[in-house]
T-cell receptor, first 115, second 112 residues
Framework: EPEVTQTPSHQVTQMGQEVILRCVPI?????FYWYRQILGQKVEFLVS????????KSEIFDDQFSVERPDGSNFTLKIRSTKLEDSAMYFC?????????????FGQGTRLTVV | KQEVTQIPAALSVPEGENLVLNCSFT??????LQWFRQDPGKGLTSLLL?????REQTSGRLNASLDKSSGRSTLYIAASQPGDSATYLC???????????FGAGTQVVVTP
C-alpha cells in the first residue's frame, strides 16, 4: 500500500542550526502539507503546497521556515536558526486532491529535538 | 475561527466493551471530517473519512457518524480489543486547500 515516507525519524540539532526534514509523498498525490505536534499538544497545521507553490500557511510558518519540492518525489521543510521551542514531531501529509472527498495520508513523523 | 474539541480526554474500558468517542466543532461549514489513530511516538493512521454530505461511514468494527448541523461526530468501535489502545484524533477540513484542524484527541486504554 502506498505510504508517505519521512526521514530522518529523529533529529537532534543545536540551537541556531539549520535543519531539513524530508518527505516522499504518495506518488500520484498533488497536495502536500506539513504539520507539527509539540509534546502533549494538538497537531497544528504549518503549510500546504500545491503546483510548486505555497497555497496556505499558518501564523507559525514565519520566515524561519521554508518548503520546497526539489524534484518530482521529495518535499522538504527547512527550519533556519532553530530555537528550543521548535522541538516537536513534524508530520508530512499528502492528498490526491485538496478538498472534498480527499483523504489525507500522514507519514510517521520526524521527531526534532533542539538542544 | 474553527475549534475542534474531543471529549473525553481519556477513556479506559475492559476488553469487549464498545467504545464511543466524541468530537465537536464550532463551524458547521466543513468539507469533511477524518478520524485518525495515533500510537505513542508514532504517526497518524487514517481510520475513516466522512464527507460533509454523509451521515455515517463504516470500516470493519469502526463506525463514524456526522451531524454537521450540530457540529458533532462520533466514532464507535465495537467489541474493543487491547490492540485498540491508542489516541484517537478527529480533524475537520474547512477550507479548499485541504488544511485539517485537529482536536486534542481521546487516549483510549483497553484492558484485557
Amino acid at each position: 500500500e502506498p505510504e508517505v515516507t519521512q526521514t530522518p525519524s529523529h533529529q537532534v540539532t543545536q540551537m541556531g542550526q539549520e535543519v531539513i526534514l524530508r518527505c516522499v509523498p504518495i506518488s500520484n498525490h498533488l497536495y502536500f502539507y506539513w504539520y507539527r505536534q509539540i509534546l502533549g499538544q494538538k497537531v497544528e497545521f504549518l503549510v500546504s503546497f500545491y503546483n510548486n507553490e505555497i497555497s496556505e500557511k499558518s501564523e507559525i510558518f514565519d520566515d524561519q521556515f521554508s518548503v520546497e519540492r526539489p524534484d518530482g518525489s521529495n518535499f522538504t521543510l527547512k527550519i533556519r536558526s532553530t530555537k528550543l521551542e521548535d522541538s516537536a514531531m513534524y508530520f508530512c501529509a499528502s492528498s490526491e486532491r485538496g478538498f472534498m472527498n480527499t483523504e489525507a495520508f500522514f507519514g510517521q513523523g520526524t521527531r526534532l529535538t533542539v538542544v | 475561527k474553527q475549534e475542534v474539541t474531543q471529549i473525553p480526554a481519556a477513556l479506559s474500558v475492559p476488553e469487549g466493551e464498545n467504545l464511543v468517542l466524541n468530537c465537536s466543532f464550532t463551524d458547521s461549514a466543513i468539507y469533511n471530517l477524518q478520524w485518525f489513530r495515533q500510537d505513542p511516538g508514532k504517526g497518524l493512521t487514517s481510520l475513516l473519512l466522512i464527507q460533509s454530505s454523509q451521515r455515517e461511514q463504516t470500516s470493519g468494527r469502526l463506525n463514524a457518524s456526522l451531524d454537521k448541523s450540530s457540529g458533532r461526530s462520533t466514532l464507535y468501535i465495537a467489541a474493543s480489543q487491547p490492540g485498540d489502545s491508542a489516541t484517537y484524533l478527529c480533524a475537520v477540513m474547512s477550507d479548499s486547500w485541504g488544511k485539517l484542524q485537529f482536536g486534542a484527541g481521546t487516549q483510549v486504554v483497553v484492558t484485557p
